[in-house]
């Protein structure tokens, strides 16, 4: 990363910190780790398990926490803080929008907005994008270029659509919800009447609901509810290439890993935790708090703080322990072979 | 769903219908399933597992087949039919085109229609599509906005294409299609020699043809085949964010669900089941019917009607049992321990 | 495949080869393998493996390497050159630009180009793209329709982007790249820190670098780094849906077939292949010319040269050998009970 930020400017962004040695720098040229970090570059104790990697750290500038106690090395600038990570992250903001700065409000003139499309203030709307009639910006709401808001689709204040999203009819996202390039919204629910002239569709009439604070992944897909609505919690974070069947219901603060498949009418509580590529067939009910291990296939409704691995899933330490005994096994049947010999 | 449907259009959806009971509302309000529909839904035994349901269930207005005998509850109109589904299909249909009326047939001002290409009667094109040169939409054809229609392919009559959709050159798609937004049609290939300069592509000089009646979900792709085609057979139902490879041959009928891959040159017979994020190695041959368990890992050959779970993939029954007794492993080991020490 | 490429034209595209036999035809017009090609084929022997099929191949011109000694059938052309897979892709070359002939270099009336953007000479760019700020595109690239470069991103020399292909802000792509449909280059990183109020974002400052020579499938997405780049090494080739977490570093020449799943921060040797489906947990490192199996589930280091497959991955042999030995359990067990009984 090739940064100039001066350490004043950093400096301002923390009023209330404890400060100690001095920088040699006058800007940061980089933001690394406590064990990349050279000579320029802030770094940061934002977990105490790295927190011996302090005083080895060559850094110019460190975010750390109040109750960190050694002394900085020469040519050395320590900010304490109360959160490192939070600091780091506003620190980020900063340079995020030095590096990339916003676009400013306005359509862009390829646009195509319907006339009764709602703007708010302060939207911006990016080239080549379809704004369908009804749809609605929330007010500073970010819509990238070739995106497609279908009619009578709602976007809350403060979101950001990124590159081709298609967000298609009747759907409802809520505020600050960030949605990355790639990403379907509202495609058609996946069920079909087996019958005597093949496979009939079932129309899927309902729409999605992504609440306020959601980020989803690029590429993901969420399909439509049949009659009602599929639903993403409030403050839940989906990683890329997710798929979400129709009439799923995700609670609040859940995070999927990337490549996760959610079969259809899925009821997954607040704040599960499920690793990539996992599974769930539908219909299922997976309580508050659970945790799925990559590549875990969920058969059957999941307790509140299960935690759960494999195909069949069990609990993580039953599985973790046949996967040791399954090692095992050749040697299992040779004495068993030999066993029968001697008697 | 906020709907408002008079019953009387309903009923005339069903002129033979056999009707008892009154409903106490004109208008329904929504659709729903046996046990959630409250007064003023409409709700509907698709399923006969679900009869016991009906005589508490709370909706105005009952789809059922014609040999359900028991009478409606009151103010509960009970409208009986041949096939229930079917039915709720059709109602669906009608209100699908109220809530999002189909585009009128035309092209959309921001569209770039190459000059060679050709537009049946009644075809739409959304904002921002491309048609390449020698391009063909059959008649009724629904082109969303932001597709690619690449040279020299061909879309048949009444097929849909959603927003985003990618369709590349010389692909030939069926009548009656559906391709869900942001599908890719006719992506290179994946197919490399070693050679002493690293990995030389292998052009991929083949089309992709999708046969009548298919239906494809957001996000998946399928590759043109090497020299021939890629095919999906007529009436073959396609989920979200599946892979399917170049020369991969799929029957008539196939269900395969989400984010299932499919390897080079595998052929699929009719009728085959694939569940969620099953993976095929690439040239088997997936005899007719068969049915493979979600996250299946495939290797080898799948005789016709045959049931497959797990990787490396058993029959179905056999990967249930060796399941259990998994779990049973640490008390098998354990007690292959005592049984020595008495010897 | 309906082809019609003159015999002569072939010919001459080998000026050194060794030319026995005489073909009935003038025009080829088709390419099949060894088994399938028929009268008016041209076929290939790429593969020694299947040289037996030579003398009972109907192809009308066959490529064959200069030491295969039996003579043609009658009627049929050999053509005998020093690597006939190299050959194949020339003659394959030559119908490509035939077939789907390239667009010519210019700026489609219909792009979006910003002012401070750069073309190289020879560069074509489609209908309905749009070029950031700064971005540049090298000589003789080629950008496919709806594509999106973001403010900053260089493309070099002689890559394609095939149509939908969202290239974010500031990212670099090679020389001689082809990115296909729906590719997206730059996404946010998946990066979160828990908090009392919620999962709080952590901002992705960094970048992705993809080398020279590198090709990515279909709706396969690759996040930018947190504060440095995520990179694709040279002459690396990554199948459709593959998902590439933030900072994952892939050296050179690997193959990752598709819908594999790479955790941020995983470090990938040279001349690793992955077989679909398979997924990485984060921070791992997968040595040199490593193999895994398809859907294998890697969650710790990868030694150089080693070949895993399952989940919990373990060495090849060992992974068969227990999956053997698992299809036995049910007759363990009932042994094991058995023996019980004699005591």
Known sequence: MNLSVRVKDILNLFPDAEVSGSS?????????NLRDAKV????????SKYKNQVQHCRASVILLPQDYSAPPSQNQLFIKINKPSRGLAQLCELLEAKLCPPEKPGVHPTAFVEESAVLEPGVSIGAFTYLGKGAIIGSNGKIGTHCHIGRGSTVGDGSVLHPGVKLLSRCQIGKNVVLNAGVVIGSEGYGFDQTDEGHQKIPHLGIVVVEDGVEIGANTCIDRARFE?????QGSKLDNLVQVGHNVQIGQNCLIVAQVGISGSVIMEDNVIVGGQAGFAGHLKVGKGAKIAGQAGITKDVEPGAFLKGNPALPFHLAQRIAVLQRKLPDLFNRFAQEKFRE
């Open 24 to 32: 040699q720098v006058e800007k940061i040229s980089g933001i690394a």
């Open 40 to 47: 320029g570059d802030l770094s940061f104790l934002g977990n």
């Open 229 to 233: 609505k599929t639903k993403i919690g």
